[in-house]
């Protein structure tokens, strides 16, 4: 099951921390530290089938809007002019 997942995941893990020390390379032995305070983050980025790339998406094709949007005066156009980009229909707005 998913606790099986995420014990094997921690081994392999506790592997590498384990390749690392081994190695000699401070930077990598410094690096440690960041992977074991991320530890339960790093270990379900493995486990689950999870990411944000889809939010990323849509942050990106905002910013591309509002580089364009330099002639917009008026916030709630350009927030109108995101919205409907990204297909929200049921927006109670009237534009003056």
Excluded: C, P
């Amino acid at each position: 099951g998913g606790s099986d997942k995420l014990k094997e995941i921690k081994e392999e893990l506790y592997r590498y921390y384990d390749l690392v020390k081994a190695s000699g390379v401070v930077e990598f032995e410094r690096s440690i530290s960041t992977f074991q305070n991320w530890q339960k983050q790093i270990m379900n980025s493995f486990a689950f089938d999870l990411h944000n790339g889809y939010v990323e998406g849509i942050n990106n094709q905002t910013k591309v809007i509002k580089r364009n949007a330099f002639g917009f005066k008026r916030f709630d156009r350009f927030r109108l002019k995101v919205l409907l980009h990204h297909q929200y229909k049921n927006l109670r707005v009237r534009i003056n």
